[in-house]
């Protein structure tokens, strides 16, 4: 480990307080006050160094995976599906009203948005991700009892509310037990679930398509989905570990070696105290900004795509039950983009995530373009571009990482988690509505809001990137660092002090961005 760099019999004097901005610490390593709560398993920071062997490293991250992974794979798309079973006709939708109902879900989303994520601060983030997804369950079955537009209108706003925390507390949970380099390819496996939920929906409705029971097949689709979301709720709640520093699954030392390889994070475990310096800050900090924008023009495209794409699939001239079926190949393609663009991203060299995203979101451009000037005959062309629209989903986990590994300061984490998601529902809800039911099945200017949306996130995604690594130079020069240096005796000390010291990113200038 590295704290045992220091060879020499006596221990060199402790360095003064570190370098921060806008805050000191104690020089003393006995307690810091207001600290993360991984600070509980240690009685000094000096006991941060316990020797382990690589082997049990690994043993411990496999049953990490095995704890948390398995809960975070869940997908929620019903709304698409139920457009082709019936919906529309049998409730009297318009073409605008259905675009409403694929928007009202994120009214509610973007309503409880911030206060669900400040909730999720205070409460153990298992249990109330639990009870959020077994509501979410609750309030889609209630749907299939919808009688007109008003009704499932008010049903999918208190439904989005229900969600609101669902990937904020992924994200959230992702950075509590896993190191900067894990979170990509942790984040890219459970968010694999869209496409699984997306290819699974697809089979799925397939069968449902061929109930014939006293019911039309769009509410056996809320109510069979609604009832395995609410029971998922009920085993996240049961068996999802809240922290590292709590979890029953482990044993003390695997308690302590668990926070302990977090260290070089410098994001801390878990803080429960509000700190409102730290809303502030994020509220002032020009990365949360285009975090939220990132956000917002990266879902322009899912909201139109998620919620038309059957529509565009059944204009093809498919039957509904083909149509269902040929989501499959969309949802599995979304899979293995994600995947391919994790693990590349885990042999680029460090700071290649911003690269990473703008290559995948190449395919979906290219599908775009597609869609918009193939004639409509070459059937299959423009299906093969649909499908290459979903890898959208690729470089928005790569996006994702960049959040999870760039935040410090427990509140400054959860308001920046709110604002990214705060953007997704912006952009879900514009979305639709590029989709004018005049130009179906084409939906041209559906199309031109994909493109457009795809080139202004590469441009954020460009600015974000300069912007990172200038900091990083900048801290360099601040602490008379060059590249590649090896860390002393003294700094490490000061890691050590700031890792779980609940300080944010800003505030902490042993911090360094990844891009």
């Known amino acids: ?166 990937d904020p507390a992924f994200m959230l949970i992702t950075s509590m037990w896993y190191t900067r380099r894990e979170q990509p390819i942790r984040i890219g496996l459970w968010y694999t679930a869209n496409g699984f939920g997306i290819a699974i929906g697809g089979l799925l409705g397939y069968g ?41 699954q482990l044993s003390d030392r695997e308690k302590r070696l668990a926070v302990e390889r977090l260290r070089d994070n410098q994001t801390g475990i878990e803080n429960k105290n509000l700190k409102p310096r730290q809303i502030l800050e994020a509220i002032l900090d020009w990365k949360v900004w285009v975090f939220f924008l990132l956000g917002f023009s990266g879902n322009i495209p899912n909201g139109g795509i998620s919620n038309f794409g059957t529509i565009i699939i059944h204009g093809f001239g498919f039957s509904t039950l083909v149509t269902s079926l040929m989501q499959i190949p969309y949802g599995a393609f979304i899979s293995v983009m994600i995947l391919v663009a994790v693990f590349v991203n885990d042999r680029l060299p460090r700071n290649s995530r911003c690269i990473v995203a703008i290559v995948f979101l190449l395919p979906n451009l290219a599908g775009s373009f597609g869609l918009h000037y193939l004639p409509s005959s ?95 130079r900048r801290r360099d020069r601040a602490q008379g660092i060059s590249p590649g240096d090896e860390a002393d005796y003294t700094r490490e000390l000061e890691l050590d002090r700031s890792a779980f010291s609940d300080l944010t990113d800003k505030e902490n200038l042993n911090f360094r961005y990844l891009y």
């Open 1 to 166: 480990m590295a704290g045992n760099a220091h060879d020499g019999s006596n221990p060199p004097p402790k360095p003064p307080a570190m370098h921060v901005e806008g805050t000191g610490i104690p020089s003393n390593t006995d307690k810091i006050h207001d600290g993360d709560a991984a600070l509980a398993l240690f009685d000094n920071l000096a006991d941060m160094h316990d020797t382990f062997e690589p082997a049990e490293e690994k043993k411990l991250i496999r049953k990490i995976d095995l704890m948390i992974l398995p809960f975070l794979a869940i997908d929620k798309t019903t709304l698409s599906y139920a457009a082709i079973f019936g919906i529309e006709e049998d409730l009297n939708l318009s073409g605008d009203e259905y675009s409403w109902l694929s928007s009202v879900f994120y009214f509610g989303f973007l309503f409880w948005s911030l206060p669900t994520n400040l909730l999720m601060q205070r409460f153990p983030v298992g249990k109330y991700l639990g009870i959020n997804i077994f509501l979410w369950g609750f309030f889609l079955m209630l749907q299939a009892a919808a009688k007109n537009f008003t009704q499932l209108a008010v049903l999918r706003v208190i439904s989005g509310a229900a969600e609101a925390c669902s």
């Open 208 to 248: 449902i398509g061929q109930i014939k029971g006293s019911l039309p097949s769009w509410k056996y689709e809320f109510l069979i989905i609604g009832a395995f979301c609410c029971t998922w709720g009920i085993l996240l709640f049961i068996f999802l570990p809240d922290s590292p520093v709590t979890a029953p």
């Open 378 to 472: 070459n059937q299959v062309g423009r299906l093969i571009c649909y499908y290459l629209t979903g890898s959208y989903n690729a470089s928005f986990v790569i996006i994702l990482s960049i959040l999870t590994g760039n935040i410090a300061g427990h509140t400054k984490k959860v308001i920046t988690n709110a604002m990214i998601f705060l953007g997704v529902c912006a952009g879900n809800i514009s979305g639709p509505f590029f989709y004018k039911s005049s130009q179906a099945p084409g939906y041209s200017l559906g199309i031109w809001s994909m493109i457009v949306a795809n080139f202004v996130e590469i441009a954020l995604i460009v600015v974000l990137g300069l912007g990172l690594a200038w900091e990083n």
